[in-house]
């Protein structure tokens, strides 16, 4: 029966040994940067497209993130569905509004049911910032959305340490984005930001040759086809940058990328993964009830 020596022992340990190192070292320095997240805690996108680009395979939580949106439906209905993964009931979301209202139907459809959703309305920008921070500092709650208009880099660096301080983790709904007026200065203070990661949203065509030819799903509105999003992630600490087109089906997100779009957003294989929400989704396509049409949307008519 042969013997190991413990040199052999020790040879055999030590690359595992290293290995262990150098990943507990990476994820001392994320946190270190304010990039770790909760305990180095993450949310998959569940698109091996997507999370390739993200530090651990998902999306950091416990920190800032800024959103960015063309369009303001877009955006909601973005933010509605990664909030829907992180809020509970006992641990629920908070909304702060900036002078509108939610359309809960809508927000229903990307998982995010009122039972787990808190909203505040603020009626100045500095009122706003101050709730955000006060609620990022509370254990309490899941994850915080503040509407705030292109916060600069001192008042996102103290976002970022509150979220860091309890683990809530925090975004940025930048709802002054595609406006009149804010073009340079609104750059700069883009790119100041303390956010860990950066996205750019854009309304995608919702229909496609396929789709048109489709029957209407059960409970959907005719000539709607799923909603699409041009997503962007600009900036992402310890990532790196990359663009797709994703679509919400009522279920998850896939991602439905062709030619450019998708040799930026480095497609694995070209397989679409889905990203499922915690609960059933409604067939409601909206959401929130602004006169502006929503992501990847045809205007859609408004039962009374």
């Given at each position: 029966m042969p013997v190991l020596s413990p040199s052999s022992l020790s040879a055999e340990g030590a690359p595992r040994d290293r290995a262990g190192v150098i990943a507990d070292l990476r994820a001392r320095i994320r946190r270190m940067e304010g990039a770790g997240g909760e305990g180095g805690r993450t949310l998959p996108f569940g698109i091996d497209s997507v999370d390739g680009h993200l530090p651990d395979g998902g999306l950091p939580l416990g920190c800032l993130h800024a959103v960015?949106?063309?369009?303001?439906?877009?955006?909601?209905?973005?933010?509605?569905?990664?909030?829907?993964?992180?809020?509970?009931?006992?641990?629920?979301?908070?909304?702060?509004?900036?002078?509108?209202?939610?359309?809960?139907?809508?927000?229903?459809?990307?998982?995010?049911?009122?039972?787990?959703?808190?909203?505040?309305?603020?009626?100045?920008?500095?009122?706003?910032?101050?709730?955000?921070?006060?609620?990022?500092?509370?254990?309490?709650?899941?994850?915080?959305?503040?509407?705030?208009?292109?916060?600069?880099?001192?008042?996102?660096?103290?976002?970022?340490?509150?979220?860091?301080?309890?683990?809530?983790?925090?975004?940025?709904?930048?709802?002054?984005?595609?406006l009149p007026g804010g073009s340079a200065k609104g750059k700069r203070a883009e790119d100041l930001s303390a956010a860990v990661t950066r996205w750019r949203l854009n309304a995608a065509h919702s229909l496609d040759e396929e789709e048109d030819a489709a029957p209407c799903p059960a409970g959907g509105l005719p000539g709607l086809g799923t909603p699409r999003w041009s997503v962007a992630l600009e900036r992402c600490r310890g990532g790196r940058p990359g663009r797709w087109t994703l679509a919400w089906d009522g279920a998850g997100w896939r991602d439905v990328g062709t030619g450019m779009e998708a040799a930026l957003g480095q497609a694995a294989g070209g397989d679409s993964g889905l990203w499922g929400a915690r609960q059933s989704m409604a067939q409601s396509p909206m959401s929130d009830n602004r006169q502006n049409h929503s992501s990847g949307h045809r205007k859609p008519a408004i039962a009374r």
């Amino acid at each position: 029966m042969p013997v190991l020596s413990p040199s052999s022992l020790s040879a055999e340990g030590a690359p595992r040994d290293r290995a262990g190192v150098i990943a507990d070292l990476r994820a001392r320095i994320r946190r270190m940067e304010g990039a770790g997240g909760e305990g180095g805690r993450t949310l998959p996108f569940g698109i091996d497209s997507v999370d390739g680009h993200l530090p651990d395979g998902g999306l950091p939580l416990g920190c800032l993130h800024a959103v960015t949106a063309e369009e303001p439906g877009a955006g909601t209905g973005f933010a509605a569905a990664l909030l829907a993964r992180l809020a509970t009931p006992k641990a629920p979301a908070l909304w702060i509004l900036r002078g509108r209202d939610l359309y809960a139907p809508g927000l229903a459809a990307y998982g995010l049911t009122p039972d787990r959703l808190l909203a505040v309305r603020a009626v100045r920008p500095g009122d706003a910032l101050w709730a955000m921070e006060e609620a990022l500092r509370c254990p309490a709650l899941s994850v915080v959305l503040g509407e705030l208009e292109r916060p600069d880099l001192t008042a996102s660096r103290r976002l970022q340490l509150a979220a860091e301080s309890s683990g809530v983790t925090g975004f940025l709904l930048e709802s002054s984005a595609g406006l009149p007026g804010g073009s340079a200065k609104g750059k700069r203070a883009e790119d100041l930001s303390a956010a860990v990661t950066r996205w750019r949203l854009n309304a995608a065509h919702s229909l496609d040759e396929e789709e048109d030819a489709a029957p209407c799903p059960a409970g959907g509105l005719p000539g709607l086809g799923t909603p699409r999003w041009s997503v962007a992630l600009e900036r992402c600490r310890g990532g790196r940058p990359g663009r797709w087109t994703l679509a919400w089906d009522g279920a998850g997100w896939r991602d439905v990328g062709t030619g450019m779009e998708a040799a930026l957003g480095q497609a694995a294989g070209g397989d679409s993964g889905l990203w499922g929400a915690r609960q059933s989704m409604a067939q409601s396509p909206m959401s929130d009830n602004r006169q502006n049409h929503s992501s990847g949307h045809r205007k859609p008519a408004i039962a009374r």
